[in-house]
């Protein structure tokens, strides 16, 4: 099974600056036939379900703000959100969907310094 | 538009079984590229992937979890049912169902739903 490690576990960022999460996973999970990155990351806020922001590590899902974008390849990822605002407040997990089980990493919560 | 809504029972007692029901709308599982999945929540704790179902018919599983999971679907109900037997106090979750489509390959979840919180006690 891949294994999905996110980092850090928790971080508090001031309104305004940039947020950064690492995801790494356990093995490559770029699928060859299409060039994508089969990596995803999820907000959640308390008491909703999650909101998938990004999908092949790097395309915006529907309706989400162009301050979040997604970058990596092969085994090392990143969710960066820039000009952080008080919404944005959330865990955030990736998922690996490219072999199931399709495993999560472990979140990470951001807060407001 | 799609949407998911998940329903069962909100206690059960330890090793008991549990089943759950995922009926959704806006899409069909009978023909399209299509997948649902199930995940759960602990309170307070992480995501964790439990099983999904493909339109072709084809399963996967956690793979801790594999011997007490089972997933079906009824495409003639637009329904998908998780049963986990043995259950433990350590399953009490929220549990979530959730649509995996398909566009030049395939995507993650896009739509969930608003999830069922599961208690085990006795």
């Known amino acids: 099974d891949i294994v999905m490690t996110q980092s850090p576990d928790s971080l508090a960022v001031s309104l305004g600056e940039t947020a950064t999460i690492n995801c790494k996973s356990s093995?490559?999970?770029?699928?060859?036939?299409?060039?994508?990155?089969?990596l995803a990351w999820y907000q959640q806020k308390p008491g909703q379900p999650p909101k998938l922001i990004i999908y092949w590590a790097a395309f915006r899902g529907s309706g989400v703000p162009d301050r979040f974008s997604g970058g990596g390849s092969g085994t090392d990822f990143t969710l960066t959100i820039s000009s952080l605002q008080a919404e944005d407040v959330a865990v955030y997990y990736c998922q690996q969907y490219y072999d199931p089980p399709y495993s999560f990493g472990q979140g990470t919560k951001l807060e407001i310094k | 538009q799609i949407t998911l809504k998940e329903s069962g029972p909100t206690l059960v007692k330890p090793t008991q079984t549990l089943t759950l029901t995922c009926t959704f709308s806006g899409f069909s599982l009978s023909s399209t590229e299509v997948g649902v999945g199930w995940i759960r929540q602990p309170p307070g704790k992480a995501l964790e992937w439990l099983a999904l179902i493909y339109y072709n018919g084809n399963k996967f599983f956690s793979t801790p979890l594999k011997s007490r999971l089972t997933i079906t679907k009824d495409t003639s109900k637009n329904q998908v049912v998780l049963t986990m037997t043995n259950m433990d106090p350590v399953d009490t979750a929220t549990y979530y169902c959730?649509?995996?489509?398909?566009?030049?390959?395939?995507?993650?979840?896009?739509?969930w739903g608003q999830g069922t919180l599961v208690t085990v006690s006795s």
């Open positions: 959730a649509h995996q489509g398909f566009n030049s390959g395939w995507y993650p979840f896009d739509y």
């Open positions: 093995q490559s999970i770029l699928y060859n036939s299409n060039n994508q990155n089969y």
